[in-house]
């Protein structure tokens, strides 16, 4: 039954018949994913106040109603250049969330890997809520670069860690193995594993149909069509993909390149006929493209397999593609593919072995066959429906309870003024 004080409360509040309090929620991330589009629309929705701070605009997937901000874009040309995009990006978003009022909650990836700290940081001034999302674990990713002038970068973000991430209200990454190296930083905070998510795919291509649309991309109809696809990040080593495709010149075999130039990668294809290097596309290309592939391929340095979960693999599980997952073991990666029996897992770097996974595909189309099923199977395991109102409601219940802390600390002193 409800009593005349829980009304009052209501009113003060201002929380609707339906119950849906209005939160502010400020997202932050240079390189906004789809499932991060899906959230901010889903927030929207509920009537949540939005705003996108990004180094992209993303008219299409965001309703107009939303606040977008574009800042600095991720520029992947090379390590500098990564470096000074994070670096700019992250004094800018700073910037702006010295604007960001107490009751607001904001949502920092590590995307750049400083956002964290920077956002934990303008909240001890500002005092809204922050929750991180881990996308790669830094320091530890770093390990797979080698890099002598990174090794500065390592004491100071595991200890920009240990500062940042005990004082955020929740702390979440993609998978396992990730959640156990960010413990390490975390102290007492938990950490939540909420993975990425995917949109089931429509249902395979028939035979048919795969012709046409592999001759729609130019992309040979009778050969064995092998995909790398996406924009490739400091973790990942294309440049064994480029190996193995050299060596398989005279097999059936096609291999198609798809996102952002590699420079070097392309060079050294240029002179391969089994090779068709394919700009980025639109969504509904991009899925056409995925369900005519065979195979599809995620590779990991050395070094990077437990700090980074590639979350091009959900593209993949959904389109119904085998997927061969080019990493060194234990990994998240790893664990996705052996537990879900949908591709195999080569050692990273050994482009010989690659090239015998590929080969052995060739000759057995029944292994290909099963491969590729068992990805639609898997891909219920990340799908949409799933994961988004997990992460949706605990964002809400976090801005909910932020919101009624800081009414609390407002109301306490006035109630106290009365009293005297």
Not at 116 to 126: D, K, S, Y
Not at 245 to 267: R, T
Not at 325 to 351: E, K, Q, R, Y
Not at 374 to 397: C, D, G, H, T
Request: charged fraction near 15%; include cysteine; aromatic fraction near 8%.
């Amino acid at each position: 039954m409800k009593t005349i004080s829980d009304s009052k409360s209501r009113a003060v509040l201002d929380i609707p018949p339906d119950g849906i309090v209005s939160q502010c929620f400020v997202f932050v991330n240079q390189s906004p994913s789809k499932p991060l589009l899906q959230l901010v629309a889903a927030l929207f929705s509920r009537g949540h106040d939005v705003t996108l701070i990004s180094g992209e605009y993303s008219s299409q997937d965001v309703p107009p109603g939303v606040s977008q901000i574009r800042l600095t874009p991720y520029n992947s040309r090379s390590i500098l250049r990564r470096l000074f995009s994070w670096i700019v990006f992250s004094f800018r978003a700073a910037m702006c969330l010295a604007a960001t009022p107490a009751e607001a909650t904001v949502v920092a990836y590590s995307n750049p890997p400083f956002m964290p700290h920077v956002a934990v940081f303008m909240a001890g001034w500002r005092r809204f809520a922050v929750v991180i999302r881990i996308l790669d674990v830094y320091p530890d990713v770093l390990g797979a670069l080698r890099l002598c002038g990174l090794v500065g970068l390592w004491p100071l973000l595991a200890g920009l860690n240990r500062l940042a991430y005990p004082r955020c209200a929740l702390l979440t990454t993609l998978a396992p193995r990730m959640a156990s190296l960010v413990k390490k930083y975390s102290k007492s905070q938990s950490v939540e594993i909420i993975p990425e998510w995917i949109s089931p795919c429509s249902d395979a291509l028939s035979t048919a149909s795969r012709a046409e649309h592999r001759s729609q991309f130019g992309l040979p109809v009778d050969a064995l069509l092998v995909l790398l696809s996406g924009n490739p990040g400091l973790t990942h080593d294309p440049g064994v993909i480029a190996q193995s495709a050299i060596l398989l010149e005279s097999q059936p075999v096609h291999f198609a390149m798809c996102g952002n130039d590699i420079p070097y990668v392309s060079k050294r294809l240029k002179s391969c006929a089994n090779v068709t290097i394919l700009p980025r596309f639109a969504d509904d290309l991009y899925r056409q493209l995925l369900a005519t592939a065979d195979i599809a391929i995620i590779s990991l340095r050395a070094g990077s397999e437990q700090a980074s979960f590639p979350s091009r693999l959900l593209g993949y599980l959904a389109a119904g593609t085998a997927v061969v997952a080019i990493t060194n073991t234990p990994s998240d990666l790893a664990d996705v593919v052996v537990d879900h029996s949908c591709g195999t897992v080569v050692p990273a770097g050994d482009h010989e072995q690659l090239a015998a996974v590929i080969g052995h595909a060739v000759l057995h189309p029944e292994w290909l066959a099963d491969a590729r099923a068992n990805s639609f199977k898997a891909a219920e395991s990340y799908s949409q429906i799933r994961w988004l109102p997990v992460f949706m409601n605990q964002l809400e219940n976090i801005g909910g309870r932020h919101r009624l802390g800081r009414f609390k600390s407002i109301a306490t002193p006035l109630k106290s003024e009365r009293q005297s």
